[in-house]
Structures are given as C-alpha cells and as structure tokens.
C-alpha cells in the first residue's frame, strides 16, 4: 500500500491472505483485525503458539516470520501475507524433536510448559545469530520470554547445551 493512500474496510469484510507455515503453503479469509497468533491457532489449529498477555511481554506467541522471531499477538494476518512462518510444530522432523527441543526437557527447562514454545522458538533465532552465546548473552536473548515457574537458570543451561548440540 503507498503511504498516504488509505483502503477503508468495513466490518465483518475479508481479505484474502496466503502464507507458508511450517512449510505448507495455506490461502485463507481473514478480517484485517486478525491477529497473527488467532489465526496460527484457531484457523490452522497450531495450538503450542500460546496467548500469554496480548500485549508482546511474556513471549509465549513467539513464532519465526521469514526467520525472525516475533511476538504475534501483536502482528495482523494480514501483515504476514506471503510471509514464511516457523511455529512450535515445525521445529521437530519425522516425530524427533529438535536439538533445542531435546536441551530444554533433558535440561528441565520447564515446568508447566506454557511459556516453552515461546521460550524455544527465540532460542531458535538467538542461536541462529549467535551459535555460541555466553551467559550473558542468553539472558539477554530471551529478554522479552517470561517464565513465571521455573526462574531462568535451567533456561539458560538449556540453551547452552542447545548451542553445544547444534555446533556439533
């Protein structure tokens, strides 16, 4: 859209949007007030992406969109339109999980879980920019995840063997 030019939408009209997520190609009618992470659950039924807080401070939401993570209770559908999403579901291949996902249970990294996706996928993004972070840079890579259970220190280890396991 060109700056300055507005489309007004009236209620209860759609917009169609197409997007890649977990590798699979979905075309879908979304209101333009749809939030990125309604629509991850409730449209494709991608359920680990949790709602946390709706307002982007707990991380629980946190996808990768086109690689980055984001928090997408504060991302429209419709600004994904064409985008490639990476969820929760898309990390583990043929039923193994993935090296991070292996970290975080042999680590404890969890208790009751709801933050764990959110939790994985910035690690997911953390140590694709930065495959061998020290303390301090993993507290501060998970900076805007909260854990209300199990404090941060598990955490942490979790996401050093992580980057000790994908280096191999």
Known sequence: MKRGVKV????GETQKIRVKVNGVWYEKEVEPRLLLVHFLRDYLGLTGTKIGCDTSTCGAC??????K???SC???AIQADGAEITTIEGLSKDSKLHPIQEAFKDNFALQCGYCTAGMI?????LLKENPNPTEEEIREGLHGNICRCTGYQNIVKAVKDASMRLRQ
């Open 74 to 76: 504060t991302y429209l």
């Open 69 to 71: 993570a984001i928090k």
């Open 8 to 11: 007004l939408i009236r209620p």
């Open 62 to 67: 946190t996808v990768l969109l086109n690689g």
């Open 121 to 125: 996928m910035q690690t997911y993004f």
